[in-house]
């Protein structure tokens, strides 16, 4: 076995084929943004807040509200196959057909679990401890926030299996860039 330095291991062939590593590369890059936009919130009020209570009430709500994603996001897998596959054919009409569906059964699924978050709000916060209560009215606008951010989903997914990863990076990248402007502004 030869060693390969990362130039080398960057250009290979792979089973899967050129395209697709490339493909993969800029999801990594992509998802890994992503990612960081995701916890930078929480990075932004640890650094910037002076009081610790704030990191903590902040990352119970994050715990609470945190929910409201999982079903959209285990909803969309199956979606961005379809998105990949649907792209290479042009074939639009199945996969507005699709999205529409998967649009209903996310805004059913936003107004039920938004509603018990919102309603039984006292007791998920208190799990946490009796002074977290102070924090359900951010609970409650992060809860219909993020069930409005439920949406983007299908959007994301067109950008990135279809063809248009660079653009998906691009937007989160702003997003990432916005975020911080507006955490330390605020």
């Known amino acids: 076995f030869r060693k390969l330095g990362v130039r080398e291991a960057w250009s290979q062939q792979f089973s899967i084929g050129r395209e697709w590593f490339y493909f993969s590369r800029r999801m990594v890059f992509s998802t890994l943004v992503l990612q960081i936009y995701f916890t930078l919130d929480l990075l932004l009020l640890e ?16 715990a609470v509200a945190g929910i409201i994603f999982v079903g959209p996001q285990c909803l969309y897998k199956k979606f961005a196959k379809d998105v990949s596959i ?21 805004l059913l699924y936003n ?15 208190s799990i946490f401890g009796a002074e977290y209560a102070y924090v359900k009215t951010p609970l409650i606008i992060v809860v219909i926030g993020a069930a409005m951010q439920n949406f983007t989903v299908p959007a994301a997914l067109l950008l990135s299996y279809g063809g248009f990863q ?9 997003a990432m860039v916005l975020l911080i402007i507006v955490g330390v502004l605020s």
């Open 111 to 125: 107004i039920v679990i938004g509603t018990v978050l919102i309603i039984f709000s006292d007791y998920f916060l």
């Open 47 to 62: 650094l910037l807040h002076p009081s610790e209570e704030a990191v903590g009430h902040y990352s119970a709500l994050l």
């Open 166 to 174: 660079k653009y998906a990076f691009a937007i989160n990248i702003l």
């Open 86 to 106: 649907s792209a290479g054919r042009m074939d639009t009409e199945t996969l507005q057909k699709e999205l529409t569906r998967l649009n209903v059964i996310t």
